[in-house]
């Protein structure tokens, strides 16, 4: 399967924007990027995903390179409560494992007030 | 929105006694369930693939012996520890998916926090 990259930790202040990147320079052409988080004593949250043009939700915005090569997830107003380990994952689609999904470390996203 | 519950969300049990751990989809059915379990400051590790009807699916290294999962319905699969020990303890956590689609966000519940003492 295709892994992806992320750095272990990140930092920003309370109300400014956070991208969060990922390398997945492995991706094949049927992957999708799925990004999920985990606040703290709680299962992992459906944060976005995509396949190749970017998208907007009402919690992010998902930026997809145009090789497919990287993904940055965009918070555009952080606050307290996005305080969480992001987790940026790959799902084939044409595979019937694509449900299993298998988490990296993921970025540990502080916000200072 | 689809939602993945789990009983409980803790439990202390004694060393060498057996647990049993819920995962309810509440609004959707799910012919397939998934285990996964987690390790202080680690990431989730998918521990086996509960199949509704039907026997689980276990990753390697995991003990189907020890790690009983039953899926009687399309809405609830169990996970029953066997004869915990200590390096049992652990964040057990479980998933669904809500849609058809392939590619439909997957649900997750809210985990259950294993100690054994």
């Known amino acids: 399967d295709a892994k992806t990259t992320q750095p272990n930790s990140m930092e920003s202040n309370e109300e400014e924007p956070v991208h969060l990147p990922c390398n997945h320079s492995t991706i094949s052409g049927t992957d999708y990027i799925h990004w999920y988080r985990q606040l703290p004593s709680q299962g992992p949250e459906y944060v976005i995903h995509?396949?190749?043009s970017n998208v907007n939700n009402r919690m992010a915005s998902l930026a997809i390179a145009e090789d497919r090569k990287s993904s940055t997830l965009i918070l555009h107003r952080a606050t307290l409560r996005d305080a969480a380990v992001y987790y940026c994952?790959?799902?084939?689609?044409?595979?019937?494992?694509?449900?299993?999904?298998?988490f990296g470390t993921g970025t540990r996203l502080a916000v200072r007030p | 929105g689809a939602v993945v519950s789990q009983h409980p969300s803790w439990v202390i049990c004694k060393s060498g006694t057996s647990v049993k751990i819920e995962c309810r989809s509440l609004d959707f059915q799910a012919t397939t369930m998934f285990w996964y379990r987690q390790f202080p400051k680690q990431s989730l590790m998918l521990m086996a693939t509960?199949?509704?009807?039907?026997?689980?699916?276990?990753e390697q290294g995991v003990e189907k012996d020890k790690f009983l999962i039953n899926h009687a319905s399309l809405t609830l699969s169990t996970l029953t520890v066997t004869s915990a020990h200590p390096e049992d303890s652990s964040f057990y956590i479980c998933s669904a998916r809500s849609g058809p689609e392939a590619n439909s966000p997957l649900h997750f519940g809210n985990g259950t926090r294993l100690t054994v003492t």
């Open positions: 994952i790959l799902r084939d689609r044409k595979k019937s494992s694509g449900d299993k999904l298998t």
């Open positions: 995509g396949l190749t």
């Open positions: 509960s199949n509704e009807g039907s026997k689980a699916t276990y």
